[in-house]
């Protein structure tokens, strides 16, 4: 069994409000075991036999669209893939209330395509991608000032993208 990670884009948000139990409820397809969720904005910890991460994002993608009547894009990490992300940080002496933001990428973008980004950082943000995260550290508690959206992400690098803050991605781990 692997235990994966799946961070879902556009859960409450925008008036789409679902609640957790509901969620885990949702995914609680055949081969899904011990299924948890974590806070409202989307992320789902469960253990699978698969090995094919794009079956599984198929299977939680086709569901949510069924029940909820709305896509939602999926991007699945393993733990060894969460402790990863955390470790390749780019950043040094960060903690959970950093101000440090990772969008996890459905793909790498294209080479060189963070450059399209560069335009749309401010001065006081910075901005590192390494494989298929994207690390955004800006000044603490100042995230919803970012003109670097998901939907501004997913428009330059034609990927999809879903962002938690550092201190979400670090607590990804106790689930392990």
């Not at 794009?54 to 086709?62: F, H, V």
Request: hydrophobic share 40%; charged share 25%.
């Amino acid at each position: 069994m692997t235990r994966y990670v799946a961070f879902l884009r556009a859960i409450n948000v925008g008036g789409r409000v679902v609640k957790m139990s509901d969620l885990k409820e949702h995914l609680a397809m055949p081969g899904f075991k011990n299924i948890v969720t974590y806070i409202q904005s989307g992320n789902v910890v469960f253990d699978h036999a698969s090995s094919d991460r794009n079956l599984l994002i198929s299977k939680i993608e086709a569901k949510l669209q069924k029940v909820l009547g709305y896509e939602v894009k999926t991007i699945l990490k393993t733990m060894p893939d969460i402790e990863a992300v955390i470790s390749n940080c780019p950043f040094k002496d960060v903690s959970e209330d950093s101000g440090l933001h990772v969008t996890f990428l459905s793909s790498e973008p294209e080479h060189g395509a963070i450059e399209l980004l560069i335009p749309f950082k401010s001065d006081k943000e910075q901005l590192s991608l390494v494989g298929t995260e994207l690390y955004l550290k800006v000044k603490k508690g100042s995230y919803g000032n970012t003109k670097l959206s998901n939907a501004l992400l997913e428009k330059k690098l034609k990927v999809s993208a879903t962002t938690r803050n550092w201190a979400t991605v670090n607590k990804m781990l106790a689930f392990g």
